[in-house]
């Protein structure tokens, strides 16, 4: 008797948990919160990011120039003091092939590396981009009135050598703070079914008073190339 009332008492302590109300489960809301705490917010936006960059060495790229491969320019605008820092920097050369007037430029075999192209519509040209760094996700909190919706921080680290030339900083002055601060995503994720649904389609950064980019005719530069002028 004794056996089988220890039976009877281990079956009644099952269904007794299993009758738990699911209130007692953690909220979505508590969930997000200890997906923070626990560094599991941070770590799955890094992996979101490090996947993005596609088996590149670094996954924060820029566009070069026109946008558009292969890079062909005015033989005016190949005078800019942009367009000589790619070139004297050792990342962009003159290849043949240019009509009369124009210049054609292609990343040089030691910088292949640091560009990639993309092809958002068949349709349209690839473009052309050029990696500079690296996104290391710093801090993540929640946002909203939800209590479970993400943002995050983060810096640009891992640049190459040549970020650091002095040619290339003057020439592109988003180089400098794009290197040295911290900045918040604008893009936000929910929390839903245990996990963030990150959908973060736009990986630019975005600087007061400066374009990311290295375009012949940056925006927000102090003292512009008199041949950016209309």
Known sequence: MTARNG??????LLLTLLMVPAACAPSPEE???RSIESGQAVAEIQTFFDARAQGLPLGQCAA??????PVEISD??????????????GLMEEVAGAPAGKVQLAPT????????ERRRNRALPASIELCYARRKITRAWLVGEDGKTLNFAYRLVDAPAWTGDARMRAAFPFLEPALSREMVA???????DGRWFL????????????????????????????????
Request: glycine share 12%; aromatic share 6%; charged share 25%.
């Open 7 to 12: 039976l009877g008492g281990a079956r009644a």
């Open 31 to 33: 969930q997000a919160r």
């Open 64 to 69: 070069v120039l026109t946008g558009v491969s």
């Open 76 to 89: 005016r605008t190949a005078r800019l003091d942009t367009v000589r820092a790619l070139v004297e920097a």
């Open 109 to 116: 075999r030691k910088a292949a590396h640091w560009f990639r």
């Open 186 to 192: 604008t893009g936000i994720a929910p929390f839903r």
């Open 199 to 230: 959908d973060l389609a736009d990986e630019g950064i975005t600087l007061p008073g400066h374009d990311e980019g290295f375009y012949a005719c940056p925006d927000g530069r102090e003292h512009p190339d008199p041949g950016c002028s209309p």
